[in-house]
Nanobody, 115 residues
Framework: QVQLVESGGGLVQAGGSLRIACAAS????????MGWYRQAPGKQRDLVAL???????VYADSVKGRFTISRDIAKNTVYLQMNSLKPEDTAVYYC?????????WGQGTQVTVSS
């Protein structure tokens, strides 16, 4: 089992920055990849960024050059640094971890970008 807890969401003006975090606990040594997804009202949940245990990070085209995913192994935490935010980035952001073929999700954190 893996538990994920997100933090750091909030309200920010367009052009601003925000960093959200996801703390993992439980069987963290079995996690193969972690990532961030987002879901806007009335829309499907979409991939934002992935960071595998080894290999390169992956970003959605819509956030490339603006968002950066990173991890602090000592703190078992993954971050999403979001710069140059746009109103269309407004969504609930969910942390995801894949461990032994099972998807785990956090409870989500709201990010709202005002124009």
């Amino acid at each position: 089992q893996v538990q994920l807890v997100e933090s750091g969401g909030g309200l920010v003006q367009a052009g601003g920055s925000l960093r959200i975090a996801c703390a993992a606990s439980g069987n963290i040594f079995s996690i193969n990849v972690m990532g961030w997804y987002r879901q806007a009202p009335g829309k499907q949940r979409d991939l934002v960024a992935l960071i595998p245990r080894s290999g390169s990070t992956v970003y959605a085209d819509s956030v490339k050059g603006r968002f950066t995913i990173s991890r602090d192994i000592a703190k078992n935490t993954v971050y999403l640094q979001m710069n140059s935010l746009k109103p269309e980035d407004t969504a609930v952001y969910y942390c995801n971890a894949i461990s032994t073929g099972v998807n785990y999700w956090g409870q989500g954190t709201q990010v709202t970008v005002s124009s």
